[in-house]
């Protein structure tokens, strides 16, 4: 990927990867945006900027950050790894924040966000199976 601001690199990953584009929702935060899995339309991703008391954090200039859906248990552990922080404005048992500050590494973040992609993917519906004639 390019060498250039994490926020930059792991939106290239996404449009190549899933082929999804960032939506601008919100007049008054025109630097935030969501993905949406292009089936499902759910949200996997949300870009923000915010300020890192948010994230309970000393005050300073405003962070990058990416929420992405993640497994309660898996929350559990990467809650004490630098750079995962609960969830800001999602729900804390479902999303969890990375700030993309390069203090998480491209590579631990890709398969999270594989998994948040993955785990708002429509759920295939199992054949019925029919008896066997005798």
């Known amino acids: 990927m390019a060498e250039y ?23 008054d935060s025109p630097g935030n945006a969501v993905f949406r899995h292009p089936t499902s339309k759910k949200w996997y991703a949300a870009m923000m900027r915010v300020l890192p008391e948010k994230l309970g954090l000393p005050s300073g200039e405003a962070l990058d950050i990416m929420d992405i859906k993640c497994d309660t248990i898996m929350i559990g552990s990467l809650l004490s790894t630098k750079g995962f922080f609960p969830a800001y404005h999602m729900n804390k048992n479902h999303w969890i924040s990375i700030v993309l500050d390069d203090s998480v590494s491209d590579d631990q973040i890709i398969p999270l966000l594989e998994l948040s992609y993955d785990s708002v993917a429509p759920k295939r519906k199992k054949k019925q199976t029919q008896p066997a004639e005798e």
Do not use: M, N
């Not at 926020?7 to 919100?26: D, N, V």
């Open 5 to 27: 601001s994490q926020r930059g690199r792991i939106t290239q990953y996404i449009q190549e990867t899933f082929g999804t584009e960032a939506e601008y929702l919100w007049a």
